[in-house]
């Protein structure tokens, strides 16, 4: 399983996924799930990958070594793409590329062609973007009023984000709150297991301000997980007991 | 979509139902999803249910009126069953019974023979047991370690449920943690909500001592989710921020 979520604030953009993967229970490994693709003062670009691992593959190097466009005859590469939506259209081609390539051998497999991609960054000249391209190879963006987008195993990660997370959100903050969502999915799912890949790129530099692998007993993320522990802990002691029905006051027990 | 869980602390049995059905997006309708069976000082039973409305009603039909057990003639109800285990297999039963009869026209109409339940309380000299009932009828029973059982909607809520509730807890504290596990649900997902089911079953009594509606607007529900939302907010605010590659301190800046 794996579960990858992305960030867009006022202050750029943060990408964070978990790099386990699994072929049966029984079969484990560790595989980067996040790529980047720079091209110094002209793109900088977060790609994370959740589903079949050898249809995301593929995808990510067609995307690096590029698709002939059939009506120019021109090579395509995610880095020459002109825009952020261009970008996602040529990831959107990459999938159906290798749909018509392995789909059929998976079918006959009963292998389900099964991939998700968060998509986002900035091109010279463009604005910051992110956007979710499905295996279909369609793509929805991310708004501004809920700014962040998740593919994999979203749901145990998911509430942290819907509450915290705001357009006006500072850049760490974000990655702070990236983290915890994290943190509640690994937790929930054992599937989703460290390391840790995270990558920051603030708006309208065009270069990643971070790259980061957080690996298994690093402090920071270790003492984030505490806190949020027991901060939770406090936090649900802190609220009153329900008001009904309790045995001390049954007189208001309430009936059938 | 529903959201329903069942708790089994030390002190009894929590269990927490929303009420929303859909029939689509512009069909929504407010169902009793939580059906409590009470004989008084012999059995006190608390059933939830998830899935396809007319299969779930069904079932608790049969459980009223009873099956009969083509062995011995007997009409069997659930309030007939002589333990837990037996009761939990008797609705095992009533899912295979309606399958028979109603799987072939549904699956002629393309809808999934979808349905599941969660069966908590106590019958006069066994155990407090908490089960879980597939649509095929087999079931599990929740254990010592991991105190709760969800159908529906669960991932959203599970994360606090993972963290807060363990054997020892209070019986109204985990009535609690079930309303913030509900409230998270709520949040992510539009298709469960208000009113909520609540019943409280403590251990050893054969009788609900707390049957509660909570209807839209209720002071103390509202209380608790805003109470919850700004502790979250407090608890990710109180954590230090990320250590790596802030701008301030660029000279540590992570490379690709």
């Known amino acids: 399983m794996t579960y990858c979520a992305g960030v867009l604030v006022g202050g750029g953009l943060v990408m964070i996924a978990d790099t386990r993967t699994n072929a049966g229970l029984d079969d484990i490994s560790t595989y980067r799930k996040l790529h980047l693709f720079q ?14 691992l050898s249809v995301s593959q593929t995808v990510v190097s067609l995307l690096q070594e590029g698709l002939e466009n059939p009506e120019t005859g021109e090579i395509e590469t995610l880095l020459s793409a002109p825009s952020m939506f261009k970008a996602a259209q040529l990831i959107g081609k990459a999938i159906r590329r290798v749909r018509t390539v392995d789909g059929p051998g998976l079918k006959e497999a009963e292998i389900r062609f099964d991939v998700s991609f968060l998509f986002g960054g900035q091109i010279k000249g463009g604005p910051m973007r992110l956007y979710m391209i499905y295996s279909a190879g369609n793509f929805i963006e991310c708004s501004h009023d809920a700014p962040f987008l998740q593919v994999g195993e979203h749901k145990y990660g998911k509430p942290i984000l819907d509450r915290a997370v705001s ?15 994290m943190d509640s999915t690994m937790r929930s799912n054992l599937s989703v297991g460290l390391p840790i890949d995270i990558a920051v790129i603030r708006r309208d530099t065009l270069v990643p301000e971070l790259v980061h692998r957080i690996e298994i007993g690093e402090p920071y993320f270790h003492d984030l997980r505490e ?10 002691m802190a609220i009153p007991s329900p008001p009904y029905g309790r045995p001390a006051r049954s007189g208001s027990r309430n009936g059938l």
Do not use: F, M, P, V
């Open 39 to 52: 091209r110094e003062d002209h793109a900088c670009l977060a790609l994370s990958t959740a589903g079949n």
């Open 227 to 236: 806190r949020w522990s027991t901060a939770l802990r406090a936090a649900h």
């Open 167 to 181: 357009h006006g959100t500072d850049l760490y903050d974000a990655l702070k709150i990236a983290l915890i969502s």
